[in-house]
């Protein structure tokens, strides 16, 4: 894998929400994030691609920069559409990621744990240095625990084997 | 009622219609024809198909005979030692000093090289000198003179040749055996052929100390293998590995507590799914995940070491700590399960003034590589580890440059693929000896010639591994290692006393 100063970001902010196969490929630089979900080896042809679920791939979707930074920005959109209402927002992110809405079961699931994050929040000194730097202007008067509380729950989302394996 | 819950009902009960899309393939048209076809490819020896990689590629597998070694650490002297200074005594150079080639020499084949026309070069004695060293009397030059302590444990190859002259291919054939790109390297074989035995950390770990690596990454990927194959980067700034810390804040606990929540959904999700073995796979994938959080910051941690550890690795020294901690990691990792662990050091290539730059570089490495060997045997892990020494060639016994070019040097070495020494240490070898032998001016082998793809057999032979036996199936046949080479195979000959 590849130190992150082999991958500057490009100049144009624009450019930064390609879709990955518009991506300028060098031969012997595989994408980190595309070498990790097994890209084949661009020096030869392949005949057949490979699929593999290993620990460096989840690594990847619970800690990397890019999925952590869509996780806030997800609790962002749910922010600005549910407001204060936990409950809705829930049952947003489970439409907008998985086009279902949650059961009751797993609605109430949700809920306990981000009361619980939330709490954790709230006990963690520097809570009130994070959230208040990403979170936009329009949301200044949000809890920043309620709102790290949420981005965990977005970044759970991505990870959900319902969201990441297409049924 | 949502979607999702209609479906539910409409896809539960018995018989044939109970089924979903999904289940009723998977039972009824992979079941049968998959397995039917894992049956055939097997017959045919593609068992890489027939192996479901979701499940677990790296798990432990048994070699194809007793292994000697378990695990390999791989000192790649990047840039290319000179031969003539470190491992291989030529007293005729010195005596030539100055003077062309021998035309015995010269009038052999045609010699490539990146800079120099060999007739038209003066020979260059080294400024090192040779003595012999421990019971045996191995002769090794003073630049490493911590390493000839353990003489009696190495086995010095002085006949290994091959034909890539410059250093992104030289680098890519001795990992790979393929000078081209996309070609396993040896590590990823290695893994692909026994697995890991590491739970908490990746099977092939690569440490780099000052430069990077000519051929990058390629050099120790996976090539046409599976990604799990290829060695992963330590890193020297921020986390070590790459992703092993979480990119925004946690509160205290709550990782686990996400990762608890993720996990009472995906058991869920997986009770209605039962067919697709991936998805077990990823929740296995993510709590291992987890655990490699905690077991990377503690590998390269070494605050616990002794004192008298650190100062045998060089660590108190400002020249030789980069390079020391790396070794000192690599025995780390060999303790913890890790199978392959290559430590890069650049700055060999000396086409100027050679003598003092492998002066310099051989004190960056000398004390640190003897401390390895010593702490290993210390530990009784020498009998275990294969460590490896040499670079992606070696150098000339000339002065680089043509004549009347703006490039020459009257002190410098080119690259020199014809010719050049590695040695081996542990791993089950009975040291103190030196196998093959270049021309009078060490230019190219001659005498026992050890081509990488000897070398490889040799390696993946200490390590239980037939390397004709270790194939994957790609573009139309079974890839080796060794392609269709390895047939002088050292192994038998490093492990007799």
């Known amino acids: 894998m590849l130190e992150k ?66 996780a806030r920005a997800f609790a962002v959109r749910l922010l600005q559409e549910t407001g204060d209402d936990l409950s809705g927002g829930v049952e947003r992110a489970w439409l907008l990621a998985l086009s279902r809405s949650p059961t009751e079961e797993e609605k109430r699931k949700n809920l306990e744990y981000l009361g619980k994050l939330e709490q954790r929040w709230v006990a963690h000194e520097g809570q009130k240095e994070t959230a208040t730097k990403w979170l936009p202007d329009s949301l200044k008067g949000v809890s920043p625990a309620r709102a790290e509380a949420l981005a965990k729950l977005c970044l ?12 | 009622m949502s979607d999702y819950r209609l479906n539910d009902l409409v896809c539960t009960g018995e018989g044939p219609w109970g089924h979903s899309r999904r289940q ?74 100055g003077q062309p080639a021998p035309p015995s020499i010269l009038k052999e084949q045609k010699t490539f090289l990146q800079f120099t026309k060999l007739s038209e070069a003066p020979l260059l004695a080294p400024r090192a000198t040779f003595r012999k060293y421990g019971n045996s009397g191995l002769e090794i030059s003073n630049l490493f003179e911590n390493v000839a302590q353990s003489a009696d444990d190495l086995a010095v190859i002085r006949s290994c040749y091959h034909d890539a ?35 908490n950390l990746p099977a092939y770990m690569v440490m ?44 205290p606990g709550e990782q686990r507590e996400v990762l608890d929540l993720l996990n009472w959904h995906n058991q869920k999700h997986l009770a209605d799914h039962r067919d697709n073995s991936e998805l077990a796979a990823r929740i296995s994938s993510h709590e291992l995940a987890f655990r490699m959080q905690t077991a990377v910051p503690e590998l390269t941690d ?42 890069y050091k650049d700055g060999w290539d000396a086409h100027a003034n050679c003598d003092e730059n492998h002066a310099k570089n051989a004190r960056a490495v000398d004390k640190p590589i003897a401390g390895l060997l010593t702490d290993l045997k210390q530990r009784g892990m020498l009998e275990s580890t294969l460590v490896i020494w040499g670079g992606e060639f070696g150098r000339t ?36 000896k030196a196998i093959g032998a270049t021309d009078d001016i060490g230019l190219r082998a001659v005498e026992d ?39 002088n195979n050292l192994a038998s000959r490093l492990i007799r006393a």
Request: some cysteine; aromatic content about 10%; hydrophobic content about 35%.
């Open chain 1, 5 to 70: 100063s082999q991958w500057p970001d490009s100049l144009d902010p624009q450019e930064h929400t390609r879709r990955g196969v518009y991506v300028y490929v060098k031969r012997s630089f595989t994408l980190p994030m595309f070498k990790t979900f097994d890209a084949p080896d661009s020096s030869l042809s392949c005949e057949r691609r490979q699929s593999t679920t290993v620990a460096p791939q989840s690594l990847a979707l619970l800690n990397s920069e890019f999925v952590h930074r869509q």
């Open chain 1, 156 to 167: 759970a989302i991505f990870n959900l084997n319902e969201f990441l394996y297409v049924d």
């Open chain 2, 24 to 97: 009723f393939l998977a039972r009824f048209g992979g079941g049968f024809g998959a397995l039917a076809a894992v049956h055939l490819l097997n017959q045919e020896g593609f068992t890489t198909f027939g192996q479901p990689l979701s499940v677990n590629p790296t798990a432990p597998k048994s070699p194809h005979f007793p292994a000697k070694a378990k695990a390999v650490i791989h000192l790649f002297m990047h840039g290319g030692p000179s031969q003539v200074d470190t491992f291989d005594p030529k007293p005729l150079l010195s005596r030539l000093h």
């Open chain 2, 165 to 199: 002259f410059t250093h992104g291919p030289g680098v890519q054939l001795i990992n790979s055996g393929v000078f081209r790109l996309g070609h396993p390297s040896m590590g990823a074989w290695v893994v692909y052929g026994l697995g890991s035995e590491s739970e």
């Open chain 2, 208 to 251: 780099v100390t000052d430069g990077s690596i000519s051929a990058g990454a390629p050099g120790y990927g996976a090539g046409f293998l599976p990604a799990i194959y290829q060695g992963t980067l330590l890193r020297k700034k921020g986390t070590p590995i790459l992703n092993a810390r979480a990119a925004t804040e946690f509160a």
């Open chain 2, 302 to 343: 070494v605050s616990g070491e002794s004192e008298s550890t650190k100062k045998l690795y060089g660590l108190d020294n400002e020249a030789t700590e980069p390079f020391g901690r790396n070794c000192l990691l690599a025995r780390r990792m060999v303790e913890r399960g890790v199978r392959f662990i290559q430590i």
């Open chain 2, 397 to 432: 016994p000339v002065t680089d440059g043509q004549a009347n070019s703006e490039i020459r040097t009257n002190d410098g070495r080119d690259h020199n693929p014809y010719g050049f020494s590695m040695w081996m240490a542990g791993g089950g070898i009975r040291g103190g």
């Open chain 2, 449 to 487: 010639k050890v081509h990488v793809h000897d070398l490889h057999a040799t390696i993946l032979s200490l390590l239980g591994l037939d390397h004709t036996q270790l194939t994957y199936f790609f573009q139309g046949r079974n890839q080796r290692l060794t392609d269709v080479g390895g047939d």
